[in-house]
Nanobody
Framework: HVQLVESGGGSVQAGGSLRLSCSASGYTHDRYCMAWFRQAPGKEREGIAAIDIDGSTTHAESVKGRFTISKDTAANTLYLQMTSLKPEDTGMYYC????????????????WGQGTQVTVS
């Protein structure tokens, strides 16, 4: 049974930094695509960053150069380091996993955490 638990969200001023964590259990990390999505009020859920089965990473254009996805396989934890935060980064951030190559469509992911709120003012 796959479980994902996010933490690390909070309220920060523009230009600040946060590091989100996603503690995972119930599966083998290196056989899953792991991704971060976010959802702002009134908007659709969007992919922010992902680590694929082969270890390659992708970041959305809106966060490139500011956010970095990484994982600690031994600790079964996924991270999202966020710097130079902007008000438009505000939203609920979700960790997601799928047992195949990464996809952009959130509907392709069948494992989700409960989310952690990030507010930038």
């Amino acid at each position: 049974h796959v479980q994902l638990v996010e933490s690390g969200g909070g309220s920060v001023q523009a230009g600040g930094s946060l590091r989100l964590s996603c503690s995972a259990s119930g599966y083998t990390h290196d056989r899953y695509c792991m991704a971060w999505f976010r959802q702002a009020p009134g908007k659709e859920r969007e992919g922010i960053a992902a680590i694929d089965i082969d270890g390659s990473t992708t970041h959305a254009e809106s966060v490139k150069g500011r956010f970095t996805i990484s994982k600690d396989t031994a600790a079964n934890t996924l991270y999202l380091q966020m710097t130079s935060l902007k008000p438009e980064d505000t939203g609920m951030y979700y960790c997601a996993a799928r047992a195949q190559r990464c996809q952009q469509d959130p509907d392709e992911y069948n494992h989700w955490g409960q989310g952690t709120q990030v507010t930038v003012s």
